[in-house]
Every structure is written in structure tokens, then in C-alpha cells.
């Protein structure tokens, strides 16, 4: 049952939706109705991930293969300069060496990861090779390296300008300290182009025009994280996971977090159980807060999920949190994700 505090929650939310242009919410929680049979969806994290849907778009509206489209679709942030959370110019570790986290997984069970990848600027087309070219799921550090070079991949200097110069003002605190929403730090108050804050990942999932699905996960993981770090985004079933017959699941924010809760495999879980994309991230967010109530406060986490009727659903620990849809009535929908919080602490 519905009280007065839930229906003027949902109501901010649709406006909210509104001002930002998303997909017209028709239920409580915000979210898109779900789709008819024949129809095709594809939603992703955070205001990046409306260029990447136009990208996925471009494959599903002609009635390409839901994996084909995720592919497609994160390699747009993956290649934007300006996006130091994801790709080639993401930012690097404590000791200046960019290292890059991808997985990918279809409905039927397969896929593929690499972590720690450096010197190649998409990872979540090695990711793909893994699933489709070897017997593994996850390759790391220099053997995902050796693979990518062997599978054709050119390797480069992934540190921009940019990049190396917040590292390099990072150095003078040298202080570790993940922000919520990517907000702008100290380096980022110094006059440095961009300025962003210091991570942050693309999550998409897609069902295409034959009800198929698949998800896609890539990031450059935590500004200034110890080497050799590896957060949620590569293991599947913490930050991706898919089953064609229930729905899948993506997650953003501090990956240790998502990681002890094996969180995108529980949302699906719980979608398996009955639970609405919305209940399930709800229930893997609230999670996260019953396990850490005092560390939840001062984090992030999201998820975004879509079952197989194209329903979709988002939760998050702290106000903030956005994702996009794309469907054939709206390319470009950003909608505001319900949270535990409703303002950010900094």
C-alpha cells in the first residue's frame, strides 16, 4: 500500500524525470512502463551513458543482437577524453599507470573479463575476445595484455596531459578518499581542465527486438587506487550479471562494497524471486546498509537493472545517482534514481 510520503517521493521523481528530458515515468517508482513483445530497450548508468545508448541504439533499431549493442555502447565513454572515470583517459593509479576493468556477459551464460588491463584503450572488446576466443572468463594485468596484443589490439599510452596532471596535483596531498557522485576534489579546484571527481563506471544492459539479452561493465576504477587494485566491474555477478530468462543487473560506485554483497547476481536473484527491477536494487542497496551502516553514509553505490520485459529499476545509497534509457519512443531519457539518502555527504 501506498502512504502520502511514498506518492509525493514518486511525484518529485517524475518532475524530476521531466525537467531532465527521460522517458515519461508511469509507475511509482519512475520507471519506463515495460515493453511489448518485439520491442527493444537499452538503459545504462550516469549522464555519459546517454551518448553510449545512442550507440547501442543505432544497433538495436535495425534489429541487431543485444551484445553486439552493449559492445557498442560503452565504447563511447571508453574513448572520451574528457571521461576520466572510464577508458583511455581515466585516471591512473597512486603510482601514475592507468589500468582499465571490463566485463561482458549475454543471456545464455557467457562471458568474459579482463582487469588490470593497461595500454589498450577499449578493454571491453578484450573482454569480449576472452568470452568468445579462449576457455576462461577473466584475464588480468600482463597475460590480458599479451592476449589483446596477440588478438590484434594496438597498445598505447593510455595517461593523457590531463590525466597526469591531476595526478601530479594529487601528489602533493596524496590524500585517498573516494567521493560520492564523482563530485569535484581539491585537484579539481586547481584550475585543471575537467576536474571531475575520482571514479565512476558505464553499466549497460540491453534486450534486443528477439528478447534477447546482454550487459556490458568498463571503468578505470579508483583515481589513485593502489596498484594492482580490481574493483566490482570485472567480476562477474558483482558488477554485471545476466540471465536471459529473468533479467540482468550493473552496479557503480566504491566496488569493494559491491563486491561483499555480490551485488548485480542478488538484484537478478531477487528479480527471479518475484521482485521488481525497483524492489530488487532497493533490497541489494539496503543490504549494503544493514552489513555497514556508518560506512554506508559516507559512500556510493548504485544499481540499475532490467528484467526480461524491459521493466527497469534503480536504487542507490546517496541522492544522485542517474541513469539513461533509450528505447524507440526516447533516445535520450535521464531519469534520477530513488536512494536511502537524499544528500550527498562530502
Known sequence: MTDRRDFLKASLLGASAAALGGVLPTRASGAPLPLTAGMARVVSTWDFGVPANQAAWAVLSKGGKALDAVEAGVRIPEADLKNHSVGRAGYPDRD???????????????????????????????????????????LVGEGALQFAIEQGFKKEELLTPESERAWKEWLKTARYEPSINNEVRDYGKTGLPGGPGNHDTIGMLAIDQHGQMAGACTTSGMAWKMRGRVGDSPIIGAGLFVDGDVGGATSTGVGEEVIRTVGSFLVVELMRQGRSPQEACKEAVMRIVRKRPEASKTLQVGFLALNKQGEVGAFALQHGFSYAVCDAKKQDGLLPAASVYTTSYT
Open 96 to 138: 601514475g599507470h592507468v589500468s582499465l576493468d571490463a566485463s561482458i556477459m549475454n543471456g545464455d551464460g557467457s562471458c568474459g573479463a579482463v582487469a588490470a588491463l593497461e595500454h589498450i584503450a577499449h578493454p571491453i572488446s578484450v573482454a569480449r575476445r576472452v568470452m568468445e576466443r579462449t576457455p576462461h572468463v577473466l
